[in-house]
Each structure stands twice: as structure tokens, then as C-alpha cells.
């Protein structure tokens, strides 16, 4: 490795691994693959075939060996060899909810969903493409990150990950005036949070010259650029991985410290590529 989370050419590591799953966590991690096999048949037989799953993958802190039991949530990718259906997303919140129900280890589950075709596309090259070949583990199929390319901690990367913030903030803050119980709100700033900090994150990445998922981490590296925030974005860290029901967190987040981050990033790499 060559530090900061790149290989020794300087490429961005994938950063998990199934042998970094901790033993807490490996009933879970074999659950989750039988679960998807059962529901959407054995990968990599093509729409042809019958088969709707081409690949599946799991990420997050499980692969990274950083999970705490009781605390983490399990997150899953299905690539598709179609664009998913409303069939297959039945299926899929059928799977997250026996999961969650069948082991106290996680907290939570969530699977995302996509074609293969749209994964490998020039559109998403280096927002989802960089998503699979860099951050996802391969749980099943053949991995897709044999076609992507190596990635970089450059500009572009860094506009076409998280370069929409600013598209994200009403729907926030329609949610939290919506949120009623401390469960709702508590959901809400775990994810809020998280976003935030990869955003800040990802902001002075190419400065840093380097790659972290950990919330921790990130805060502390976008401080060093930006001490006049470094507070906040300790704070929203600290959230993300407790998160909070006070209202006046998710204040902060969404309505000071989220509007101000949206323009510095707008400003320092321009704004994502907008989607169909």
C-alpha cells in the first residue's frame, strides 16, 4: 500500500475485503448471500438464462472489519443483468427486513439496486463505476470491477461523487419538519450526517492526496483546510456514527453547515452531471 488508502501506483485501494469480516459478523454476511441466491437466483446466468442477478457485493464498515456489534447496519449491491423492476425491489426489502429481524448483530439493512449495464456506464464512470471498483466487496458473481478503471483522488472524481449536495438539502428538510418521534429523527441525522461528512471529505480529497470512509478521519482532514468549520464537521461525524433526535442537530446540519458546503463545492469542483 502506499498510504492514505492508494496502492503503490497511487490508485485509490478497494478498501474491503471478506477475509476483514469480523467472526460477529460472518452468519450475517453468509445469510445475506444465501438470502440473494434463493431470491434472485445464482449470478452471472444473464437475463437469458432466467437469472436476474449478475453480481451482488456487500460494503461498508462489515468489509472494512470496523463493525460494531448491535450498532452497524448491513449494505448490500445487486447489479442486475436488467433495470431493476418493482418486483425486485419487493424482494430486496423482503430480504433487508429477515435480515434485520433474524440477526441483533446489525442494525438495519439496505440494499441497493442497479443493471450491471448501468454500473459500467460512461455516466456513472466515476460516481457508482468508481462506487463498485473502490468501495464495494464482492459477495457474489463476477466482479464488475474488472471493467472499471483505476481511480485517482482527482477534481473530477471528487464533482461526480458528491458534486449534488445542494439537490439533496429540501428533501432533508421536508423529512426532518415531517419527523415526529426520536426514532424518525435519529434515522434522519445518521444519514444526513454521513453524507455530510463524505461530502467535506471529498471536497479537499484532491488536496489530501488520498482516500478514508472513516467519519472520524474525514472530519479531521477537512478540518486541517477548513478550521473555521472543523467544529461542526467533528460534530456531524460524531453523529453519523451516533446519531441524534435533537432537532437542533439536524438544524445544523441541514440548514447552516450543509447550504454552506453545497456552494464551497459548487465553487471549488463545479456541480455533478445531472442524471436523466
Avoid at 50 to 66: E, M, N, W
Avoid at 146 to 170: F, I, Q, W
Amino acid at each position: 500500500m502506499g498510504g492514505r488508502g492508494l496502492d503503490v501506483e497511487g490508485s485509490i485501494a478497494r478498501e474491503g475485503a471478506l477475509s476483514r469480516v469480523q467472526g460477529a459478523f460472518v452468519d450475517v454476511v453468509d445469510a445475506a448471500r444465501t438470502r440473494i441466491t434463493e431470491s434472485f437466483g445464482a449470478a452471472g446466468q444473464g437475463a437469458d438464462g432466467g437469472g436476474r442477478l449478475h453480481s451482488a457485493y456487500i460494503y461498508g464498515s462489515i468489509p472494512r472489519g470496523t463493525a460494531i456489534s448491535g450498532v452497524s447496519d448491513l449494505d448490500l449491491l445487486l447489479a442486475l443483468n436488467t433495470e431493476p423492476t418493482e418486483a425486485d425491489r419487493a424482494d430486496a426489502k423482503s430480504i433487508e427486513q429477515a435480515l434485520d429481524r433474524s440477526f441483533a448483530q446489525i442494525d438495519g439493512v439496505g440494499i441497493l439496486l442497479f443493471s450491471a449495464r448501468t454500473l459500467l456506464s460512461e455516466l456513472e464512470r466515476h460516481d457508482l463505476g468508481f462506487f463498485v471498483a473502490c468501495l464495494c466487496t464482492p459477495l457474489l458473481g463476477d466482479d464488475l470491477a474488472d471493467h472499471l478503471p483505476r481511480y485517482r483522488p482527482t477534481p473530477l472524481l471528487a464533482r461526480e461523487t458528491n458534486g449534488d449536495l445542494s439537490l439533496a438539502l429540501p428533501g432533508w428538510r421536508s423529512q426532518a419538519a415531517e419527523a415526529n418521534t426520536d426514532n424518525q429523527r435519529k434515522a434522519l441525522s445518521r444519514l444526513v450526517a454521513r453524507r455530510i461528512v463524505r461530502t467535506g471529505f471529498t471536497l479537499i480529497m484532491p488536496r489530501w492526496g488520498g482516500w478514508t470512509s472513516d467519519l472520524g478521519e474525514s472530519a479531521e482532514a477537512f478540518g486541517f483546510y477548513y478550521p473555521e468549520r472543523a467544529g461542526q464537521m467533528s460534530r456531524a461525524a460524531t453523529t453519523g456514527r451516533t446519531p441524534s433526535p435533537t432537532p437542533a442537530v439536524l438544524r445544523e446540519l441541514i440548514d447552516d453547515l450543509g447550504p454552506w458546503l453545497a456552494a464551497e463545492y459548487a465553487a471549488v469542483h463545479g456541480e455533478k452531471t445531472l442524471r436523466p
